[in-house]
């Protein structure tokens, strides 16, 4: 017997933009049969994928394949409702994405801009000028470097965003302590002391939420996707 196929086939890509730049993407190749009667697919064993895979920049992860099965309830109106049960032979291909160019460009600087600041909480009360200036260039500095930062735009916040947002809290939290201890000189550098100790610990917190963060699953793409997303 011989038989003729009609393929027809089509490109989508559901992107989990939340952890940008340290997200991990999963693009996949999906074929199926449309009539069952006439034939059946094997799915393509784990080893037998072709894993020569160009990804132009991206770090590939790994190779996924199986039979993603679906099932649908149809309640038409004028007839009996039923069932329908689709086979979807899937081969995933686990991405991340390099992270050393937006180091380099974003977080270097903000470590930089973070150490003026600090700097500026060890100065006496009679260099007050010049820490409010140094935590004014710092505040500036950073927002021009978000809006040159080159980010995706999804609904919510990404990694990026948070980062910045973070440091803004960072240098806010600086330049507030500074300006209101200035009109007590009595307790200005045991203020600064206290300032320093909570932006420290405030600093660990942070970075211990954006590591849970990058790691979590939940922002991770995975082979199965949600069709109505």
Known sequence: FYFRYHIRSS?????????????????????????????????????DVDVRFDSDGWNTLGFRSGLIR?????????????VLVS????????????????????????????ALVVYGLYLPLEFIERNIALSTTAFLSAIALYFSTERPKPLSLTTIDLIFLLFYV???????????????????????????WGLLVYSLGCLVYLVKRINSKKYSAKLVFNEKA
């Open 170 to 196: 960072f240098v806010g939290t600086a330049s507030v302590a500074i300006f209101a201890l200035g009109f007590f000189p009595e307790i200005y550098n045991d203020g600064l002391k206290i300032t320093r």
């Open 87 to 114: 086979e979807d032979n899937r081969i995933g291909i686990a991405l991340k994405r390099p992270s050393s160019f937006t180091v380099v460009k974003v977080l270097v600087p903000l470590a930089f801009l973070a």
């Open 11 to 47: 490109f989508a890509f559901l992107p989990r933009a939340e952890n940008y730049p340290f997200d991990k993407q999963t693009i996949y190749l999906s074929y199926s049969l449309i009539d069952k009667r006439y034939g059946m697919l094997q799915t393509i064993k784990r080893q």
């Open 70 to 82: 679906k099932k649908e309830n149809f309640h038409p109106v004028l007839e009996k409702s039923y």
